[in-house]
Nanobody
Framework: QIQLVESGGGLVQAGGSLRLSCAAS?????????MGWVRQAPGKDREFVAA????????SYANSVKGRFTISRDNAKNAVYLQMNSLKVEDTASYFC???????????????????WGQGTQVTVSS
C-alpha cells in the first residue's frame, strides 16, 4: 500500500516562502514513479500544481505557479519537495502529494492523472 505523507504547510504572509515535503512509502523504490503536487482551495476544484518525472529531469507546472514554485525529488529518500516562493493569497489551499507509476517518458500533467494521494497539508497565505 503506497502512502504519501506531506509536511511543511503553515501560515505565511504574501511574498513569503514555504517548502513542502512529501515522504513516500509502500514500495521498495519510487524510482519508476512520477511525483507531483495538486491543491484544492475551499469551494474550488482540485488544481494541478506541478509534476516531476521518475528521473527528476523533467518537470511541469501550472501557469499560475510557473516561475514561483519549484518541484524536486530525492529518489534515495523516496521524497518529493515543492519550494514555493513569492506566495500569493490565491495560493491558499490544501496541498496534496500525488504519485503514479510512470517509468517512461510520459508523466502526469493533470491532477486526475495521478492515482495515489496523500492526506494534504494546509497552506494559508495572508495579505
Amino acid at each position: 500500500q503506497i502512502q504519501l505523507v506531506e509536511s511543511g504547510g503553515g501560515l505565511v504572509q504574501a511574498g513569503g516562502s514555504l517548502r513542502l515535503s512529501c515522504a513516500a512509502s509502500g514500495r521498495t523504490s519510487f524510482d519508476n514513479y512520477a511525483m507531483g503536487w495538486v491543491r484544492q482551495a475551499p469551494g474550488k476544484d482540485r488544481e494541478f500544481v506541478a509534476a516531476i518525472n521518475w528521473s527528476g529531469q523533467r518537470t511541469s507546472y501550472a501557469n499560475s505557479v510557473k516561475g514561483r514554485f519549484t518541484i524536486s525529488r530525492d529518489n534515495a529518500k523516496n521524497a518529493v519537495y515543492l519550494q514555493m516562493n513569492s506566495l500569493k493569497v490565491e495560493d491558499t489551499a490544501s496541498y496534496f502529494c500525488a504519485t503514479r507509476y510512470a517509468p517512461g517518458s510520459w508523466y502526469p500533467s493533470r491532477d486526475d492523472e495521478f492515482n495515489y494521494w496523500g492526506q494534504g497539508t494546509q497552506v494559508t497565505v495572508s495579505s
